[in-house]
């Protein structure tokens, strides 16, 4: 067989096309692809709903590759090992009882290849830059490559409807920040503003960061990190049981309401 460079290109634009076309309106949009957002997704997807999820980077998997300061080793509390499970990445116990810890990279990599099997549509490279809303609940999101934002290129974005949208962008709470400008006080927080993420404290971030999974504005939710970030709750560090419970908490939740449309 002779390969032809044409046939290839052809393949990977038709491909992506179909990709990006059958994903302009899906059910819910995830913005983050750290692992709040590829739990999330996973469940959302295994449970038959459409799901996209951008992310910025080049790579998938956030801050969960690095482990704790680059040692490639995460650790995860009792309580979320039916999450890891699920997912049937590896662990074992640390000798503290209740602690285990798991390969940083096999970790990130199952939560990706998961979530992606599922049925999670993932694009990367990719920005969110706004959102729309319509008049007063998120309806979609607005994109653009992330070459294009890093580059500051003069280039308007596109932008995808989805009645649901998920922002697991981590310590940034990216997409919160954008609906607390765009629409002054009306975040659902004590103060109607981004509460900030506030200094270490593990063993009470990791039960915050759960309660603080909730809807911030009608149609979007925060989980993970972006959750304490814009409740007000404490970081954790490289503890993340907290991070695979809390994506699988708002898909539970986002999938309730869809069904209830
Ligand atoms: O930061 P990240 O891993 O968020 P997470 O799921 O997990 C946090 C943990 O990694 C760790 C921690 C746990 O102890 O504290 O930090 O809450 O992943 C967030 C992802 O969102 C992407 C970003 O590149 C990262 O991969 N992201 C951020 N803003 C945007 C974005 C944006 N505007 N558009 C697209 N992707």
Known sequence: ???????????IVERFFEKLLSNLEPDVAIVGGGPSGLVAG?????????????????????GMWGGGMMFNEIVVQQGALSVLDEFGISY?????????????????????????????SVFNCVSVE????????????????????????HVDPL???????????????????????KVPGAL?????????????WSNRAESLTLENTREVYPGL???????????GGPRMGAIFGGMLLS?????NDILVKLENR
């Open 1 to 11: 067989m002779e390969i032809n460079e044409i046939v290839i290109s052809r393949a």
């Open 188 to 200: 659902m927080t004590g103060s109607g503003k981004v509460e900030g993420e506030k200094s270490m």
């Open 221 to 231: 939710y925060v989980t993970g990190m972006a959750a304490n970030a814009t409740f």
């Open 159 to 181: 932008a995808v409807r989805a009645p649901f949208v998920v922002d697991a962008t981590g310590h940034a709470v990216e997409v919160v920040r954008v609906v607390e400008k």
């Open 130 to 153: 706004d959102v729309m809303i319509r008049p007063d609940r998120i309806v979609g999101l607005v994109i653009n490559w992330s070459p294009v934002e890093m580059s500051g290129l």
């Open 92 to 120: 074992r116990p640390c000798g503290e009882e209740g602690y285990y810890t798991a390969d940083s990279v096999e970790a990130t990599s199952t939560l990706t290849s998961m979530a992606v099997k599922a049925g999670v």
């Open 42 to 62: 996973y469940y959302l997807a295994r449970a038959g709903r459409k799901v996209a999820l951008y992310e910025r980077k080049l790579s998938i998997g956030g």
């Open 247 to 251: 994506g699988q908490k708002v898909a």
